[in-house]
């Protein structure tokens, strides 16, 4: 069955830096799409970035806009989101998924499958 499984959150401080992977399986990873959501408590979840099977096209949400960088590589079935000059406000669950279109998208519905998360907190 198809897994998606993301790696790399934690704690850290205000100004600082993560990276964030997300492992596929069960799936023909290069042909699909791939986007980060994030969900604060008490909130929805929202669009963080997108990235199309290629690789060629990514699409930020303008809150991470110049700080954060949504990278693939499909040789490994990962994709990967890098996380820069970080704020309070990021703090949430990022959610990794996967569209099947390929083209990635920044709607929640657009995704098929669904990692089960990992928790980032940013510190003052």
């Known amino acids: 069955q198809v897994q998606l499984v993301e790696s790399g959150g934690g704690l850290v401080q205000a100004g600082g830096s993560l990276r964030l992977s997300c492992a596929a399986s069960?799936?023909?990873?290069?042909?699909?799409?791939m986007g980060w959501f994030r969900q604060a408590p008490g909130k929805e979840r929202e669009f963080v970035a997108t990235?199309?099977?290629?690789?060629?096209?990514?699409y930020y949400a303008d809150s991470v806009k110049g700080r954060f960088t949504i990278s693939r590589d499909n040789a490994k079935n990962t994709v990967y989101l890098q996380m820069n000059s970080l704020k309070r406000e990021d703090t949430a669950v990022y959610y990794c998924a996967a569209d099947r279109t390929g083209r990635g998208r920044a709607g929640v519905s657009s995704y098929t499958y669904w990692g089960q998360g990992t928790q980032v907190t940013v510190s003052s």
């Open positions: 990235i199309n099977w290629s690789g060629a096209g990514t």
């Open positions: 069960g799936l023909s990873f290069s042909t699909y799409g």
